[in-house]
């Protein structure tokens, strides 16, 4: 009878073995995916869908869905994340209004919307629309005087420090995860490591509140990089919708990678653009299905921005420049001394940013974030008042630089002095001395870029929402416009210099200061972000020409030589490095003579590698085996002395394992051998009952020799997504390497604190 | 002495060992590389330049050199691309047009050019330009008449006819490999496959001139697919003058990515897009740093294009179009049908001219190709030429089907009736009921489709250069002209129908055929090669406007998805699989359960592996061992009853090694034992000296134990670029999976001939 009952018992045994456990296959916080693992999961997913939709029409039915799921889910995220796109950009709107004045016929519409009633809507007139009241005049009735200006001016800071306060105390209290751009973090999730929450619902609110705050408190942040993380928060909570996605953290990925396409498309309205700066900068496993996929979504986001039409003109983009006059090629050199402004730009940011964050997290400032940002938006707010082209918001600055001077243009930058004489289509205006107007502007302009610049560093990086890219593109249009106006009067009062000679006769419009404006901002978000092709697609979907794609090119490449020249890293791969993410970045080329025997652990004076024997090993041993280490799995080897590699098994499924049998199958006891082999091994007559866990055994870990090199053995955990591969010689274990361990021997070989790497 | 002898000879062995053999490294024709030794033989020699470059400034300089010479490459491509692109596409205008005349000022001139002299060069006077002669006019002096218009047509046949058989023959003298369209063997030499002369000289010199005879002779044929081929041999000369990509074939492929998308760019005029299609249609192996230079590369192939002007109108595109209205939802059905009549069309296509280029490869037909061009010319030229929409040159055809009836177009397909007390500016003109011309129009549309679609299946993969880009948009601007007009007619008829009534009142400019055009163009072409994004890409490029994506994206999907569900493979994958060529398609997902055990060699029943010890083979058993069995390389195993892997050593490599030590090493004779070990093993005291091997051993071979999934084999196979992967159990060696292997497993589980798949 006994025998029976272990007959059966082993029996149980089977099926339960057959069956995964409840939580296989997951991850915990803070580890890296294993992506072969996950693709083949998935394979082995589509294939039982497949093999059952034969079986009947609903199984049919089931696996049609299945295969359309990726599509709605893509459907999905361009819908809501067009929506937040619009939306933030309503409130943000109003809310930055709100700090000046209020509209009288509905509070809650905008200067612009307010004034739309009332039929004064040119530029000249925008002041005297009567249904928009200054605080001052609503308060005690003074539009003009010292009075006005200094209660105007208190409003403005009052109403800065509550945005401010009301964002960073959500962030706190709701979603510490909502802070920062949101994008080092996504390109390390995208990798495959695993943050939970990170992505995730209350994320995904309090983000999209507080960055509506954070913009309109006027603090010097953007609100595309935040876009990319709310786009993928979106992704992330359709993709839980859907087992295919849900249960594959490989698959969700994918999502992920589209999520963010969507994501700068709704920034920018720049869906191709969007597309390929997820390719460029931010996915890690991008296949050609996710490329067609995230073209959908960021083309449906786009459309869904433009339904909802947040800039009143029914405009995609964000910036909607047209230029009338083609660049020349003398004007080359202008634009790469942009490019190189743009890279010094870019390295001193940097530094100076990681040091202050550095800073920050190993001093006591890090305690008080609350009062940090308060204090930055009063400083902020306080300096920015005075200045025209700091008190607007910066997409508006931006808008105004880049913009050429029309006939119409009323903007301060645009004063120049007309001659009476000259009647001219309104296209094509010549260059002309410059105006009081334009001399003041200048002189803002320059004190406003040494303000962006100081207090950009500052803000980014601060317990709330912050992107970079519109303060760097900020930076960049004024130096650029500057630039512009000055190489502009140069030629107007110099045209006989032979460099003029040729190309800007008098009375000729030759010089188009907006379009140094956007060269800068190219290459100062270049020198930043390090981006490439998709920093020159999306200014090219800006403009809408390829007439403009040179000189946007030869910025861009500038400014990426002389950033690179004085350091590899980009600010997105400088705070993921801050942050001790384990990210293996693609770009990185790998140029050192080390093999793998030199990074494999143990090293050489190292307790030997902790594996398990495939039959002679008891649970017990097991056990203290595994509350003795703290490694993620262990080798399966023939024995001890042959130490000759069968398989890995993962430390938490060994765990699962082990307990699940302990409670569900008799005769397990601690001395029960555990054998990873097909058949049992031969066992004395009294032994217990042994435990089979061949199924939790990967029979085909990822093996190297120790005569690898370690440029290859990058370029496979790279490539492959590999979360550790064995070292062996002519077939004997000799140990192990995590992506840990590569990326510690990287930072080494960099001569960098290997310790830094800090996740597995 | 002896043994000094012995010592010395030693010592050279050691020294000469140290050196690479000449040809070590270089592949054989008709033979896959090794991406991931090609790639660490790139960082060795990048290592060597970079510790040389510290020695001395001249060092230092070359090292500039070396790191600028990936730039440089890319400027001299995209110069020369253009360069050719512009000269064929001047050569084209002028030889197309003599088939109808010649002009009298000068007998070079084109038509156009003719005619710009005279002052008449509105489209209606262009036949009244009296220095262009027809060829009645000059011959017989008759301009009108039926001889005039049989001796204009003889002598249309003639000149197609002798432009045909020049190419062909220029083709089957000077370079065989000219012919095609050239992606399908460009997409397999990207995956890793040499195919020497391809990409050679002479291919690229007889493809130019060639290209202008045939498309001028009016076949159905396009240049869009030759000028990548053409762009790839520019890019293949310029790599071969730079040591750094001619002497790695890796790297080399790097520039032939790049040079792709330049050949797209200058094809089309679409920089962006061009860099999409190399990177989602021809490229295999694409790091971001080959992205960014692909951009350069297209960006200046594109402006170099420009500036030559070759269609006089210094637009950058091939079919610049600007629609005027709208699209709205409603048009979204006719846009998916023809989308559905896109993947037809590409179906249809595939299948037949498979079929077809299948019985010209088995049967007698194959050795007739000079009279098969002629036939197929002569019978097009025949038909051809009654019609107007065929007698003109493919890609006029789709410039005017794409075009927007203008209040000042003349063509036939505008006109419309005027309602003669409408006055309306230029751009608004409402739709109005078709006139006489358009009916006409519409049956001769209808039989030029009908006669493209035929005589294209038998075009395509004739002995002359080809490309199929032009005719398959043609065929689809076609039916979507056609489309259109129904759609627009019906809209006029009956604009009280529910579906119009919203948006096409009486008066309004709602319907757009040129739109209907250009969808069913990008459906067409989508349907054949089954692009995606870069389609929509680069037809966005040609319009300039997002607008229009929408109803791009929704046709070139329904294509794709209606062309997926009859067969998976595009036309360039069909020709690949036709021609057996050894291609790994990154986009084909195996989703079969097969194991690593399953698909290595030898099999059960057959032989053993051959395999060579680390140390107990003589010389002579190895040369008989390279004699009897025509592997690429052997493994080396400790034993042959332990059987654990040490390495690898390559057929060609041991052969030269072999050669070289019997020629200059003393004391090798057939009796010598090869060894590869670090240490000679001991030897009784008589023997002959010993050749130590180890300089070829590759010691870290790639491995996969026999329990591998398949799957995740041919994944590793994909990323890696492996040529071949050894087969393990418990470190013990059983077999081998080479890249053959694994394409004739995928073609046995897609049930297809695996004999079919020809080179390794």
Redesign the interface.
Known sequence: MVSAGAMSGSGNLMDFLDEPFPDVGTYEDFHTIDW?RE??RD?DR??KI?SKSKESLWEFIKSLLDAWSGWVVMLLIGLLAGTLAGVIDLAVDWMTDLKEGVCLSAFWYSHEQCCWTSNETTFEDRDKCPLWQKWSELLVNQSEGASAYILNYLMYILWALLFAFLAVSLVRVFAPYACGSGIPEIKTILSGFIIRGYLGKWTLLIKTVTLVLVVSSGLSLGKEGPLVHVACCCGNFFSSLFSKYSKNEGKRREVLSAAAAAGVSVAFGA??GG?LFSL?EVSYYF???T??RS??AA?VA??TLRSINPFGNSR?VLFYVEYHTPWYMAELFPFILLGVFGGLWGTLFIRCNIAWCRRRKTTRLGKYPVLEVIVVTAITAIIAYPNPYTRQSTSELISELFNDCGALESSQLCDYINDPNMTRPVDDIPDRPAGVGVYTAMWQLALALIFKIVVTIFTFGMKIPSGLFIPSMAVGAMAGRMVGIGVEQLAYHHHDWIIFRNWCRPGADCVTPGLYAMVGAAACLGGVTRM??SL??IM??LT???EY??PL?AAA?TSKWVADAFGKEGIYEAHIHLNGYPFLD??D???H?TL?TDVMRPRRGEPPLSVLTQDSMTVEDVETLIKETDYNGFPVV?SRDSE????FAQRRELILAIKNARQRQEGIVSNSIMYFTEEPPELPANSPHPLKLRRILN???F???D???M??VV??FR??GLRQCLV?????LLGIITKKDVLRHMAQMANQDPESIMFN
Do not use: C, N, Q, Y
């Open positions: 072969l693709k083949s394979t589509h294939r497949t869906p191709i597309v460029e296949p050609l299905k490329l067609w073209f959908f083309l786009a459309f995609l490439t092709v020159v697609v090219f979907e809408g020409g390829l794609i040179v090119m490449v693609v770009k080329e790998f140029t003579r793998a023939v000759r590699l069968i398989g029979l085909s870990p093996t190297v020799t005569h690898t090199p440029e290859t370029d496979i490539k492959l062996t010689r002519s077939g004997r």
